[in-house]
């Protein structure tokens, strides 16, 4: 069967959500014209620096391949994050990233939760369990790392730091703070989120109406070589994103596009919703400096190593 779009060359690929069969050349530009859309949009194309984050997942990989067709790879730099979870970081990873990156002409500056926090992902975790606290490592993870790729992003002058967000993470994201009711965090996702304090880096996802199978597929036909193997503390205890993620697939195979009409309606509501918006600036930790939330005297990283015993409050 022919390509829908150049009608020439043998279809690869069905997208369940236009109904088009694409050639592998269409496929990835198709991706790359999205991808070039959403970053014009979100003001990429014309900042002066952008930090892009990179895992060495195929997102990451994705991002800046995509990301380096549209602007100057010299306004790009790279950030990387070791965690230190035994087993799955690993040196030669680190190196096949840079050597990728250097091949796009993309500078790639990177540090670890041992050197940047004092403690590796595990080491935290273990104190955690030690005290009989029941804390996910996601928990840890994912404070720390949005901490360091903001002091990264003001370190670089970055007008905005770009992640790897898929279409996927960006729905599952809306539909768990609509759940938890969390208003606030909420008013913090989307096309242009809510800035509430100067120290904050604006953050963007140009990647965030592309569909994980999409990115897959795009790596997969670059032949890039991405980790594969998922992070040990998300199979050892499943947490409310799988469970929802598990859910929105399911609806998604009945009715595709659904995740992308969840995206777009959140949109278009959000908008609205910030702009009547009267949240004033976030106070600052007692013990870091950083931002934290309305009415809390630490932010949540440093009541996370205080509770853990690693730090004193």
Known sequence: MKCDNCELR????????????LCRECFLADIQERVGKEAKRLGITSA??????????????????????????GKLIAFNIVEGIRGYNR???V???????????????????????????????????ARG???????FCGGFRRKLINQAGRDVKAD?????????????TIIINLLRGDVKKLMRVGESPLKLSDKFVMRVKPLRKI????????????????????????SARPTMRAKVRELMYALEEKSPGFLLRVVENFDRIGEEARRESRLST???????????????EYCKNCELLISAGLKSS
């Open 10 to 21: 043998q279809a690869e690929i069905l997208q369940p959500h236009t109904g088009k069969r």
């Open 48 to 73: 002066s620096r952008v930090l892009i984050a990179v895992s060495g997942g195929k997102d990451s990989l994705v991002l800046a391949d995509t990301l380096s067709r549209i602007v100057d790879p």
């Open 91 to 93: 040196e030669d990873q």
């Open 95 to 129: 190196k096949e990233l840079n050597q990728y990156l250097k091949s796009l002409g993309i500078e790639l500056i990177s540090t670890s939760f041992k050197a940047s926090v004092g403690y590796s992902l595990d080491e935290m975790v273990s104190s955690s369990k």
């Open 133 to 139: 606290l029941n804390i996910a490592a996601c928990t």
């Open 160 to 172: 905005l730091v770009a992640t790897g967000h898929n279409l996927d993470d960006e729905a599952q």
């Open 211 to 234: 569909y994980e199978w999409e990115t897959t597929i795009y790596a997969y036909f670059k032949g890039f070589k991405f980790q594969e193997v998922e992070c040990p503390y998300i």
């Open 282 to 296: 976030l106070p600052t930790c007692k013990l870091c400096g950083e931002p934290t939330s309305f009415g809390r």
